[in-house]
């Protein structure tokens, strides 16, 4: 496989943690230098918990979108940052949920369990996120050995099943009638039917031959 | 012989709107403003709390709470015909228009009339109050508002007999509203209280806060206040008040009527199905504190439900 340009990785590493750089900052400026501060508006928990979600659907759609974008243009390095923008989606996802348990539910997953069942948005986005779990603890290349290649792929299917998950999370959330979360949705959608679309390189082979 | 007295804040029921007129009444206004202009107090169109006119009044209520910072009740507001982000209204407001402005004031009355807000703002024995407000979403605020209780107007116009209920309708126009082309809500904004509600002298009818002038992303001119509901309730920059015999329409009970009740007191009894109206943030702490039945404001107006089953009217 071609390796991608050597300061690729790094600057997408950089791209992504930007914003969680910038909410940290926001916490510690308001928390140590001025509790005055309306960097992360004047209700700096909701605007950081939705804040993590978004970026959470964002880094998931991202990493889905890499197989397509290898299909479209069929360059190969880009299939080697699918893995590490899909440990980005889970690290946002997982933050997500541990910052509404420790300011909503005061850590405590049996109110977290209530909640689930009694609110369908809670559950949805509890899915999405146990969806993305375990992803995230095979995504080692020993573990992708271990479980054989066809089966880890079928596992990692599961991805898009987190991104609906997460979507429908994302609509049930929102009050009126808004477009944001649809255009998530359509853009998952739409990845997932690239995925459908015939190999380029097969295809064109295929015309190459002789009837 | 039957004298009637009109206030000087009275438009002649000559200009007052017509109900087909309330999606474009910039043309209107602009022929009513050049008598009304000349009387009113300085009024400027701005979502900048300092540069709005001052005004005078005298404080008749408050919560015993500290009010919650300017900057925030200026910069955290839903009005979704400016955007859906708490921070588009304060950033995308300064398109409306808040003078001269007109609330076309009829229904089932027997003095109609048209409300010229410059003219009233500048004559009204203005009150400073201030309330905890709670927003269905889960947050609150202190505000001090400036205001009428909404009662004295009531009286003025002399509801019928048949008039139960009053509807209150937000301007809906396009080139002062960005948002409204996108159909979040059923457009225009309305809401609505039961007779004794709007008569209950906690009720506002508020044009001010902070000892100014209504910023536009808080609802200028003229709004009104509920304190013991949700903050849906206390709808913004109102072009009229119709005093009806059913129970109006409501924008958010439309959209969602399993979830927004035409009621809507703030009870933590009764959740919202998607979260929990137990606890609320104030704006300004990280913690939750418990919410309060009728916002706190139970000893005032508990009594305006008594027999009603709370559970079913929320």
């Known amino acids: 496989m071609n390796r991608p340009p050597l300061w690729l990785k790094p600057l997408l590493h950089a791209l992504i943690a930007m914003p969680l750089l910038w909410l940290a900052w926001g916490w510690a400026e308001l928390l140590w230098l001025n509790p005055a501060s309306q960097a992360l508006s004047a209700e700096p928990v909701t605007y950081t918990h939705n804040g993590l979600g978004l970026l959470a659907l ?38 997500h949920l541990i910052f509404y348990l420790a300011l909503e539910l005061d850590f405590s997953l049996a109110a977290l369990w209530r909640e689930a069942m009694k609110r369908n948005f809670i559950l949805f986005g509890l899915a999405g996120f146990l969806c993305l779990l375990p992803l995230a603890l095979t995504s080692t290349r020993s573990a992708i050995k271990r479980l054989g290649g066809r089966r880890w792929q079928r596992l990692h299917r599961l991805a898009y099943v987190a991104g609906i998950a997460g979507c429908v999370h994302f609509i049930l959330r929102v009050k009126g009638f ?13 990845l997932f039917a690239i995925r459908f679309m015939p190999n380029r390189r097969r295809a064109s082979r295929a015309r190459g031959l002789p009837a | 012989m039957l004298i009637r007295t009109s206030p000087r804040w ?28 000349a009387l009113a107090a300085p009024a400027m169109a701005s979502t900048d709390v300092k540069q709005l006119a001052a005004l005078k ?14 900057l925030a009740v200026a910069s955290y507001n839903n009005f979704y015909e400016f955007g859906l982000g708490k921070d588009d209204p304060a950033a995308n407001a300064h398109t409306l228009k808040p003078s001269p402005w007109g609330v076309r004031i009829g229904g089932l009355v027997k003095k109609p009339f048209v409300l ?46 048949s008039a139960k209920y009053v509807r209150f309708t937000t301007l809906a126009d396009r080139k002062q509203m960005p948002k409204i082309g996108f159909p979040t809500l059923d457009w225009p904004y ?45 709808i913004k920059s109102l072009v009229a008040i ?41 704006i300004g702490e990280f913690g939750k504190r418990d919410t309060l039945p009728f ?7 508990a009594g305006l439900y008594r027999g009603m089953d709370l559970k079913r009217n929320f």
């Open chain 2, 57 to 70: 009044s005298r404080r008749t209520h408050s919560a015993g709470e500290d009010p919650t910072p300017l």
């Open chain 2, 242 to 282: 119709d005093f009806v015999e059913q129970q109006p329409l409501t924008s958010w009970n439309q959209s969602a009527p399993r979830e927004y009740g035409f009621y809507s007191n703030v009870n933590p009894a009764v959740d919202h199905p998607r979260w929990s109206q137990a606890t609320e943030r104030r």
């Open chain 1, 58 to 95: 964002r880094a998931l759609i991202l990493a889905l979108a890499v197989t397509p974008v290898f299909k479209l243009s069929g360059w190969t390095p880009v299939m080697s940052l699918r893995r590490m923008i899909g440990l980005w989606a889970f690290a946002y996802a997982a933050i």
């Open chain 1, 178 to 190: 808004q477009i944001e979360p649809y255009l998530y949705l359509a853009i998952l959608l739409l």
């Open chain 2, 10 to 37: 009275a438009l002649p029921e000559s200009e007052a709107t017509p109900e087909s007129l309330y999606l474009d009444r910039r043309a209107l206004l602009a022929g009513m403003g050049v008598a009304g202009a």
């Open chain 2, 190 to 234: 309305r809401e609505g209280l039961r007779m004794d509600e709007a008569m209950h002298p906690l009720t506002l009818l508020t044009v001010g806060l902070y000892g100014r002038r209504l910023p536009n992303q808080n609802g200028a001119p003229i709004r009104l206040v509920v304190p013991w509901k949700y903050g849906f309730k206390s």
């Open chain 2, 295 to 301: 916002n706190g404001y139970a000893a005032e107006v």
């Open chain 2, 116 to 161: 010229d807000v410059d003219r009233y703002i500048s004559q009204a024995a203005l009150e400073e109050r201030v309330y905890r407000m709670r927003c269905v979403e889960g947050w609150s605020m202190v505000i001090p508002w400036l205001g009428v209780p909404l009662s004295t107007l009531v009286a003025f116009v002399e509801p019928l007999s």
